[in-house]
């Protein structure tokens, strides 16, 4: 079956950095577009980035614009997220999803698989 497993959340001070990894299994992973979304206690599941297929194209959400930089290696099935200048309003449990129709559309609700979340928490 499908697997989507994040990995690389902790604890971080502001200004900091950490890489997230998704690694992925049981779908071709070269063709879906791939995006990490995050999901604070009470709010809802908010968008980051995503990546296209091939990696050509990206996108971002303001918030971490300039900040954030999402990467992909179709030979290891791996999507990377790397988080740097981190602030507190970073801290969320970051999930990372797949989209088969690579559109990288913000929408949480267009996405075919999610992974389990790993949390980030940003010490002010």
């Known amino acids: 079956q499908v697997q989507l497993v994040e990995s690389g959340g902790g604890l971080v001070q502001t200004g900091g950095s950490l890489r997230l990894s998704c690694a992925a299994s049981g779908l071709t992973f070269s063709i879906y577009a791939m995006a990490w979304f995050r999901q604070a206690p009470g709010k809802e599941r908010e968008f980051v980035g995503g990546i296209s297929r091939s990696g050509g194209s990206t996108r971002y959400a303001d918030s971490v614009k300039g900040r954030f930089t999402i990467s992909r290696d179709n030979a290891k099935n791996t999507v990377y997220l790397q988080m740097t200048s981190l602030k507190p309003e970073d801290t969320a449990v970051y999930f990372c999803?797949?989209?088969?129709?690579?559109?990288?559309?913000?929408?949480?609700?267009?996405?075919?698989?999610w992974g389990q979340g790993t949390q980030v928490t940003v010490s002010s």
């Open positions: 999803g797949a989209e088969i129709r690579n559109t990288l559309t913000p929408d949480a609700g267009e996405y075919d698989y």
